[in-house]
C-alpha cells in the first residue's frame, strides 16, 4: 500500500465510497444528498489530499485523507484532518496508514498539534483508531451528531500534542 498526493483525476475512485460513507449518516456531517461535484469542492477545498492505493489491485483507492491548518490566521499552527477509508477495504490496516500518514505530515510541516473538531463518539473505530495514535478526547458536544442509527450522540474535539 503507498500513500501518495492525491489528483483530480483520483476523484471517480474517491467519490462512490465518499458518498456511500455520507449517506450511511454515521460519521460525517456533510450534506445529504450532495453531487459528486459538490462533494469534490469540499474534498479537495485546497486542504492536501493524498490517497492510499494498493498496486496489486491496479493502482485500486482504498481510501482518502485531506489535512490543513484547522483555522486560518493566528490559529493555523494547529491542523486537521479528515479520513475516509472505502468500505472493500476496512480492517485491513488503510485508516491506521493513513491516519499515521496524517500524523507525520502535520510533523514534517511544523504544526504545533492536530485538532479533530467532531469525531462521531459511536464511531468507535475512528476513536479507537486516534486514541491508539496518541489523541486524547479533551470535550465533547452532547448530541451534536443525530446518527442515522443512534439518534442524537456527542461529537468529541480530540487533539494531539505535537510539540
Excluded: C
Excluded at 19 to 42: C, F, H, K, M, N
Excluded at 57 to 82: D, I
Aim: proline fraction near 4%; hydrophobic fraction near 45%; glycine fraction near 12%.
Amino acid at each position: 500500500m503507498t500513500v501518495r498526493e492525491a489528483t483530480d483525476a483520483d476523484w471517480p475512485a474517491i467519490w462512490p465510497f465518499w458518498r456511500d460513507i455520507v449517506e450511511a449518516g454515521e460519521t460525517y456531517a456533510y450534506p445529504l444528498g450532495a453531487t459528486s461535484e459538490q462533494a469534490r469542492e469540499w474534498w479537495f477545498d485546497g486542504s492536501h489530499v493524498v490517497v492510499l492505493t494498493e498496486a496489486e489491485a491496479g493502482e485500486r483507492v482504498l481510501g482518502s485523507a485531506k489535512m490543513g491548518p484547522n483555522r486560518p490566521g493566528r490559529g493555523a499552527h494547529v491542523g486537521t484532518a479528515s479520513v475516509m477509508v472505502d468500505s472493500a477495504a476496512r480492517g485491513r490496516g488503510v485508516g491506521r496508514r493513513l491516519g499515521e500518514h496524517v500524523v507525520a505530515w502535520h510533523r514534517e510541516q511544523g504544526f504545533a498539534g492536530i485538532q479533530f473538531n467532531a469525531v462521531v463518539e459511536t464511531n468507535a473505530a475512528a476513536v479507537r483508531l486516534w486514541r491508539d495514535l496518541g489523541f486524547e478526547v479533551v470535550g465533547t458536544v452532547p448530541e451534536a451528531f443525530d446518527s442515522a442509527s443512534h439518534g442524537r450522540v456527542g461529537l468529541h474535539v480530540m487533539y494531539l500534542d505535537l510539540g
